[in-house]
């Protein structure tokens, strides 16, 4: 096994050589698009693991508890720096309220600081600049007019740290729906039923994963 570093060119390069079997990538949309164009022209095998925003949906009949346990891990493991974590939690009206109460005290009682001390759940982000963006898509989901429930700031002091937040009221046309919040920072979308939230779920350039919380297996299933 080798690795070379290269530049976009050197990339191109490496797809058309006739040594390449295949090509497998992991990274944004945009990356994955135009190495998928230059895989297939050159007829290699291609595997993409992109980005995404995944969602969660939470319908009336759910154990709220254990769907709450659910989503903090699904969202705010490894400080929420995973391509398939969950990141739109999609809950019925029913419930919505009686969940995002849970679920902010459950995000709440999260303890931040140096990964290295086992006590500490949330960490540092992994760049500064990816925190500085992840702080501009909620200032315009918020400006756009969701409800800040939680976080919503860069902490001071040493490390790229970003507190866990959480943003309700989110609709579809705003900017933390439609694009991927990749950090700990959750939105909540109340749907009006079942089939509003399958809608809900997919509108979204994104794929990967997806998560279903409820007590009826057919639902699931739809």
């Known amino acids: 096994f080798g690795w ?10 490496m797809i058309n050589d006739s040594r390449i079997a295949a090509v497998t990538v992991t990274g944004s949309v945009r990356a994955g ?10 007829l290699k095998k291609c595997v993409l693991e992109l980005g995404g925003s995944d969602p969660f949906i939470v319908l009336n009949d759910a ?4 769907a709450v346990k659910a989503a903090v891990i699904g969202r705010y493991q490894n400080t929420g720096q995973v391509c398939a974590a969950a990141k739109r939690f999609i809950v019925e009206a029913g419930i919505a309220e009686a969940f995002s109460k849970k679920f902010v005290a459950a995000v709440e009682a999260l303890k931040m600081g140096d990964p290295r001390d086992e006590a500490n759940y949330l960490g540092p982000m992994a760049r500064f600049d990816l925190r500085d963006e992840l702080h ?16 919503a700031e860069k902490i001071a002091g040493q490390g ?14 705003m900017t933390g729906f439609r694009q991927e919040l990749f950090g700990p920072v959750a939105t909540i ?23 279903v919380f409820t007590a009826s297996v057919d639902e699931a299933g739809r």
């Open 4 to 13: 070379v570093n290269a530049t976009n060119d050197g990339v191109s390069r």
């Open 33 to 42: 698009k135009a190495i998928g164009a230059q895989a297939g022209a050159a």
């Open 63 to 66: 154990d709220l508890d254990e």
């Open 136 to 151: 501009q898509q909620v200032t315009a989901t918020l400006a756009e007019g969701a409800t800040l429930l939680l976080g």
């Open 160 to 173: 790229n740290y970003y507190a866990p937040t959480v943003l309700g009221n989110v609709t579809p046309e």
């Open 189 to 211: 979308t109340v749907a009006r039923d079942a089939a509003h939230a399958l809608t809900l779920a997919n509108d979204s350039e994104f794929g990967l994963s997806a998560t």
